[in-house]
Each structure stands twice: as C-alpha cells, then as structure tokens.
C-alpha cells in the first residue's frame, strides 16, 4: 500500500515539475521577446495587461501591444501546451494519433461518453483557435509594420495548421 502512496507523490512531484518547468520556459520567452521590442524602438508603459499582468509596451503612434496575450510565437507555445495537455488527458485520443490504425473496436458506453467529452474539448478549443485567427486578422487590417505583418502571417498559418490537426485527430 506505501508503494501507491510512493508511486502518487513520485506522479505529483513530476507534474509539478513539468508544470514549472513550462512557466519558466514561458517567462523566458517573455522576457526575450521583451528585449527585443525594446532593441525596436518599443517603449515599456507603466501599466500591465488585465488578462497576463505582463508589461505593456507601445511603439510611438501605434497602439498598445501585450507580448504575453498578441505574440504570435507565444500564443503558438499555448497552443501547441494546450494541445499536448488534451492529448495527455484523452488516451483515445493518444491511441489514435500513436498507432493510427483502423477503427474495427467496439465502444463500450464509457468509450462513447469519453469520446463525446473529447469532441467538446476539441470544439472548444478550435473555438479558441478561431477566435485567435480573428484577433490576427483585425491586427493584420490595421498594422502598419511589415515585421509585424509577417508575424501576424505566420500565426495564422500555425493556428491553421492545428485546427487541421485537431481535426484530423477527432474520433
């Protein structure tokens, strides 16, 4: 019985650890894409971002710009933690992408209830993802730099490409 106490501790301090490890990974990119703005002619505003309490920063006659909630390669390290954590929570799902072999199971009732519970984590996360690709769009109508133009590009190129994948992954 110690053994599965043991084994539970071992279990929560791995996921404590990766769970800091993604933060730090995070803060990091905060941090550079941060310097970099600054490198830019970009200057820190005295205020923080409602959403991320990251620092706003803002380029003379542009408008207000949070690296922690519009930067591209950031939102794209959400999605792509985002869509490991589902992959991780959903061993149907796992299974699937893993093996990708034919479907020829039967599906108990709890089979079918876990998959109905996948389809609405998927939906609500392209949901998300879609309402991201909106957001960069309306960015991409206004923006005046062409760096930032091509960033805003690249983003919804990566969110495209993990709707399909979501997609193609959906039971």
């Not at 923080?48 to 591209?72: A, F, R, S, W």
């Amino acid at each position: 019985m110690d053994e599965f106490i043991d084994d539970d501790r071992d279990f929560k301090f791995y996921q404590n650890a990766e769970n800091k490890n993604k933060e730090k990974k995070r803060s990091d990119l905060v941090s550079k894409k941060l310097g970099e703005l600054l490198l830019q002619g970009y200057r820190m505003l005295n205020s923080t971002c409602d959403k991320c309490d990251c620092i706003l920063m803002q380029k003379k006659n542009e408008p207000v710009y949070c690296v922690g909630c519009q930067d591209p390669d950031l939102i794209a390290l959400d999605l792509e933690q985002t869509q490991q954590s589902i992959l991780k929570e959903n061993p149907v799902i796992t299974k699937v992408v893993t093996e990708e072999s034919p479907m020829d199971q039967t599906f108990t009732k709890e089979d079918k209830y876990n998959n109905n519970k996948s389809s609405n984590q998927f939906s609500q996360t392209i949901d998300t993802i879609r309402s991201k690709i909106s957001w960069a769009t309306e960015q991409l109508k206004t923006s005046t730099v062409l760096s930032y133009d091509i960033e805003l590009l690249e983003y919804i190129k990566k969110c495209s490409e993990t709707i399909s994948a979501i997609k193609n992954t959906n039971l």
